[in-house]
């Protein structure tokens, strides 16, 4: 394991479908986030959490959204009855809590979501 | 509110020096960041500088950072076709989750 996986990395599906996604942080980070990226614009914070506890969510995590860490190792993203409007790629990052705190995030590849 | 922005493109010849700038408006913020995104992948960090630094190099790499005006620049010397990218200025506070990314310049090196 030598970075952030995120699965599927590709998401095609119907407006009103539950869709889920799975991010896997690198092992010894105990900081995780989720950011959503539209075309144009820079990744925007949706939730933050250390280990297991989700310690903030933005105000663009609408109901629909639930992040879960649940054994604080890998995480999940699930968007309920998808929008036209939650297409966009679903970024995942991490951080360790320790060591040599640059603050830098390792960002895995992002999960595309599609809604049709 | 706290808000980064940047210029949206760039366009520089194979061998010239780029220079990307971004402005940010967060006094407090304590670190600040460039990211590299390449075509389908996710942002890497390239650099980045402490708030009371002026400036920092780092091999072809060189960041610029004024305090009073909350301008921060990165210059990449011999710019090659495969620094062809969006690139992300970003701030945040250590100790906090809070990362305020900008709006990204797309950066195109013509061979």
């Known amino acids: 394991d030598t970075g952030v996986s995120q699965n599927p990395r590709h998401k095609i599906t119907k407006r009103g479908q539950n869709v889920t996604f799975r991010c896997d942080p690198i092992?010894?980070?105990?900081?995780l986030y989720w950011y959503r990226q539209t075309l144009g614009q820079g990744p925007e914070f949706l939730t933050y959490?250390?280990?297991?506890?989700?310690?903030?969510k933005s105000r663009l995590l609408s109901d629909r959204f639930s992040a879960e860490r649940p054994k604080g190792s890998f995480s999940t993203l699930e968007i309920q009855r998808t929008e036209q409007g939650d297409s966009a790629m679903y970024l995942c990052?991490?951080?360790?809590?320790?060591?040599?705190?640059?603050?830098?995030?390792?960002f895995g590849e992002g999960s595309r979501l599609t809604v049709l | 509110g706290e808000d980064v922005e940047q210029s949206l493109f760039l366009s520089v010849r194979e061998g010239d020096s780029s220079v990307i700038n971004c402005t940010y408006t967060?006094?407090?913020?304590?670190?600040l960041y460039w990211y590299k995104q390449e075509p389908g992948a996710g942002l890497q960090l390239l650099t980045y500088?402490?708030?009371?630094?002026d400036m920092k190099q780092d091999q072809r790499l060189t960041v610029l950072l004024n305090k009073k005006d909350k301008h921060l620049s990165l210059r990449i010397a011999d710019t090659q076709t495969g620094d062809s990218a969006i690139y992300f200025c970003?701030?945040?506070?250590?100790?906090?989750?809070?990362?305020?990314f900008g709006t990204g310049t797309r950066l195109k090196v013509l061979a």
């Open positions: 967060d006094s407090s913020s304590t670190y």
């Open positions: 092992s010894e980070h105990n900081r």
């Open positions: 990052a991490s951080s360790p809590r320790t060591g040599p705190n640059t603050g830098e995030l390792f």
């Open positions: 970003a701030e945040s506070t250590p100790g906090t989750y809070k990362y305020i």
């Open positions: 500088i402490f708030s009371n630094m």
């Open positions: 959490f250390q280990n297991e506890a989700q310690l903030e």
